[in-house]
């Protein structure tokens, strides 16, 4: 079955990496269903149905987002909160349409890796950043699985920028060999 992949990115394109991955799962229908929510409800307000039937339609679903704020962009938050409902989610004899279904992260986290680390400029692991997904996961009884993080292209001043196009195509090959690992 298909892997569905939630776009959340509010200026997908003029995006470096998140662009970049989309351009290449696009090359892939057979294997994955992109779902671009900036792109498909500017107006923010979700058909709750389709949305439902949508991650009904596949075994997989990949959260796919910059690192906004130390969280996820603002309408992916929304979804979570609009679609993720009791009676579908979680709760009641119904409510378990997320259950075994596995829920994983791709994220672009802007700046190096050692900066998500005790040591580092945020002093927070990136994995403790993502915390409220995992937890959100094993609440509604998904299959949480281990993210995926594309780290060090924004600008710093003072340094040399660090990302090229090499790397971005390194990173997209990595996040593809991330997603057929997990089928």
């Not at 997320?98 to 927070?124: F, N």
């Not at 959100?136 to 001043?157: I, K, L, R």
Request: net charge negative.
């Amino acid at each position: 079955m298909k892997t569905l992949i939630v776009v959340a990115h509010p200026n997908l394109e003029n995006s470096r990496v998140n662009k970049a991955w989309v351009d290449e799962l696009k090359k892939h229908p057979d294997l994955y269903t992109i779902h671009d929510l900036y792109g498909k409800y500017p107006d923010w307000q979700f058909d709750v149905a389709h949305e439902q039937a949508l991650i009904e339609a596949h075994d997989k679903v990949v959260l796919q987002f910059p690192v906004f704020w130390f969280n996820c962009p603002p309408l992916l938050k929304k979804w979570l909160d609009d679609v993720f409902i009791y009676g579908w989610a979680y709760g009641s004899k119904s409510g378990h349409k997320m259950r075994g279904r596995k829920l994983a992260l791709a994220v672009s986290a802007g700046v190096r890796e050692h900066d998500y680390s005790p040591q580092g400029r945020y002093q927070y692991r990136l994995a403790d950043i993502l915390r409220p997904f995992e937890i959100t996961a094993n609440y509604v009884g998904a299959d949480y699985q281990p993210f995926f993080a594309m780290y060090g292209f924004e600008d710093e001043p003072g340094e040399e920028y660090q990302f090229n196009q090499p790397a971005l195509r390194r990173g997209t090959a990595d996040y593809l060999a991330y997603l057929a690992e997990a089928r």
